[in-house]
């Protein structure tokens, strides 16, 4: 692969990471009652967790599109990857088996592995 085919692949895969992951936190900012009835009602976390994550997610996305930042960038996919794992085991503990759609995570979370791949490789 070549050094702009990988930088190409790179920008693609973090610009969509971010964005799914952007896309996940905006409605937890102001909780809206999808996000309520998810996260609390049903996973059990308490309301102000659900902003303090969404909030993480957001600075998190940013770090990762800003080039450098060589430490915080680390810590952002680290803490991105756990709220995705996370997000997982939730949903399994919650329902108390494996549901097949929680593999629909995977497209949330193979751009991130991509990104950070690539990343690192740089």
């Given at each position: 692969?070549?050094?702009?085919?990988?930088?190409?692949?790179?920008?693609?895969?973090?610009?969509?990471?971010?964005?799914?992951?952007?896309?996940?936190?905006?409605?937890?900012?102001?909780?809206?009652?999808?996000?309520?009835?998810?996260?609390?009602?049903?996973?059990?976390?308490?309301?102000?967790f659900i902003q303090m994550i969404s909030v993480a997610k957001l600075l998190g996305s940013v770090a990762i599109l800003i080039p450098g930042l060589k430490g915080i960038k680390e810590w952002a996919y680290a803490g991105l990857f756990?709220?995705?794992?996370?997000?997982?085991?939730?949903?399994?503990?919650?329902?108390?088996?494996?549901?097949?759609?929680?593999?629909?995570?995977?497209?949330?979370?193979?751009?991130?592995?991509?990104?950070?791949?690539?990343?690192?490789?740089?």
């Amino acid at each position: 692969m070549t050094v702009k085919t990988a930088n190409i692949i790179y920008w693609v895969s973090t610009i969509i990471f971010a964005a799914l992951m952007i896309f996940s936190a905006v409605g937890g900012l102001q909780p809206s009652q999808q996000a309520i009835d998810l996260l609390h009602t049903q996973l059990g976390y308490p309301i102000y967790f659900i902003q303090m994550i969404s909030v993480a997610k957001l600075l998190g996305s940013v770090a990762i599109l800003i080039p450098g930042l060589k430490g915080i960038k680390e810590w952002a996919y680290a803490g991105l990857f756990f709220d995705l794992f996370g997000a997982i085991y939730s949903g399994v503990a919650a329902a108390g088996s494996f549901d097949p759609m929680m593999l629909s995570m995977i497209i949330w979370i193979l751009p991130g592995i991509v990104s950070y791949y690539l990343w690192k490789r740089r």
